[in-house]
């Protein structure tokens, strides 16, 4: 008889926020040949808002902000104060895909690389087609989807970086290659201003990440950065540094207000844009922001949405949309290693059993959770 193990899935919230969650038994799934099997011991907690699977409302999309869920709702045309009232449920299962472990047992023909071997502490990659997070035990198919991450970095910590410390993270980068063109190309600038658009965990990954880079490069003097927040909470980024100048967007005020309080924030027009809002109002605001032949960088999910309905408004106003991937195994590396040494510090985040699974959507839902949250499914001690 084959051994069991605990599988979550997390369907979309409904109306009434009841039988969103599911525990099941399933069976230990075996070792793959060339694989390994992973024992899940946390999860970043996260559940979508339709069938796919860019739209997670994870740390991706600032878990400690219902206007992240919000968003998503416009572009289905649904309208409501919070997750609970949408009355949008899709029946889907959803994957977890931020998940911290250990390599529990390895294929018999499996090439092992960076040093992997069982009980090894990783970190999975969220490759397409990656298997589901919720469960106690997962496999993979090689070890090419796999991070191992050093003893001194918390394996709930580990959770957060597959996706929005990442997402963050190529966003960051993408942001430095386009500030090489504005600062040293033909029509170069003595100073340029980013705008970080965004509240909770991926706005404040993107704000540490940005001062660490741009901290490092050879005209970081010539850089200032400026953050729109989205709500309330937002006063965690006005702590992040003295030069930093930090603006409300609030939905209380006509547009043209926000953009002159942004302008003035910003000492003029920006130059980049790092926009992780979800809404085509917040797009729409920030290439308001913009300098002739700036860009707003937004994210993949958002891109799609959104890119056919602005594409011509860029072009009219002589400014660019980037879309930004989620990022490489490569970066993920390097961000394992910066965060474990303590040279970029992670935002915070909250621990819960996968049992209490339900309690969390329903705290995610009416944004009672500070930071991440994570769901623990296993105690390695």
């Known amino acids: 008889m084959s051994k069991l193990c605990r599988q979550v899935s997390i369907e979309s919230p409904g109306p009434t926020l009841k039988e969103c969650v599911f525990s099941f038994d399933v069976p230990v799934p075996d070792v793959p040949m060339y694989g390994a099997r992973i024992r899940v011991v946390y999860a970043g907690a996260c559940y979508r808002a339709n069938r796919t699977r860019s739209a997670s409302v994870?740390?991706?999309?600032?878990?400690?902000?219902?206007?992240?869920l919000t968003g998503e709702m416009e572009s289905f045309g649904i309208h409501g104060s919070t997750p609970a009232h949408i009355g949008l449920r899709d029946g889907a299962l959803f994957p977890g895909y931020e998940v911290a472990g250990v390599?529990?047992?390895?294929?018999?023909?499996?090439?092992?690389?960076?040093?992997?071997?069982?009980?090894?502490?990783?970190v999975l990659y969220p490759y397409e087609g990656v298997p589901h997070g919720?469960?106690?035990?997962?496999?993979?198919?090689?070890?090419?989807?796999?991070?191992?991450?050093?003893?001194?970095?918390?394996?709930?910590?580990?959770?957060?970086?597959?996706?929005?410390?990442?997402?963050?993270?190529?966003?960051?980068?993408?942001?430095?290659?386009?500030?090489?063109?504005?600062l040293e190309g033909p029509n170069q600038?003595?100073?340029?201003?980013?705008?970080?658009?965004?509240?909770?965990?991926?706005?404040?990954?993107?704000?540490?990440?940005?001062?660490?880079?741009?901290?490092?490069?050879?005209?970081?003097d010539r850089i200032h950065i400026a953050v729109a927040k989205l709500k309330d909470?937002?006063?965690?980024?006005?702590?992040?540094?003295?030069?930093?100048?930090?603006?409300?967007?609030s939905e209380d005020l006509y547009e043209r207000q926000l953009i002159e309080r942004t302008m003035d924030a910003c000492g003029?027009?920006?130059?980049?844009?790092?926009?992780?809002?979800?809404?085509?109002?917040?797009l729409h605001r920030s290439l308001q922001c913009l300098a002739p032949g700036g860009m707003v960088l937004v994210t993949e999910d958002v891109g799609e949405k959104l890119m056919p309905k602005f594409a011509k408004k860029a072009e009219e106003m002589n400014v660019h949309i980037v879309v930004v991937p989620n990022g490489s195994i490569e970066q993920l590396k390097e961000l394992v290693?910066?965060?474990?040494?303590?040279?970029?510090?992670?935002?915070?985040?909250?621990?819960?059993?996968?049992?209490?699974?339900?309690?969390?959507?329903?705290?995610?839902?009416?944004?009672?959770i500070n930071g991440r949250a994570i769901l623990k499914f296993q105690n390695i001690d």
């Open 134 to 182: 919720y469960a106690e035990y997962i496999v993979v198919p090689d070890f090419k989807c796999l991070v191992p991450i050093p003893d001194n970095l918390p394996l709930s910590v580990a959770a957060m970086l597959p996706t929005g410390a990442l997402l963050a993270t190529n966003t960051v980068q993408t942001a430095s290659e386009c500030l090489k063109t504005i």
């Open 189 to 220: 600038k003595e100073k340029a201003k980013i705008l970080i658009v965004g509240t909770g965990g991926l706005a404040l990954w993107a704000l540490r990440i940005a001062t660490h880079n741009f901290r490092q490069s050879k005209y970081h």
């Open 268 to 282: 003029g027009p920006v130059d980049i844009v790092l926009n992780f809002g979800t809404t085509s109002r917040s």
């Open 337 to 368: 290693q910066l965060v474990a040494s303590g040279v970029i510090e992670p935002p915070p985040h909250s621990v819960f059993p996968a049992e209490e699974a339900q309690e969390v959507v329903r705290k995610l839902c009416n944004s009672e």
């Open 58 to 68: 994870c740390s991706t999309s600032s878990v400690s902000s219902i206007s992240s």
């Open 103 to 122: 390599v529990d047992a390895i294929g018999k023909a499996a090439e092992c690389i960076d040093g992997i071997s069982e009980g090894t502490r990783i």
């Open 233 to 249: 909470e937002g006063f965690i980024l006005a702590k992040e540094s003295d030069e930093i100048s930090v603006v409300q967007w």
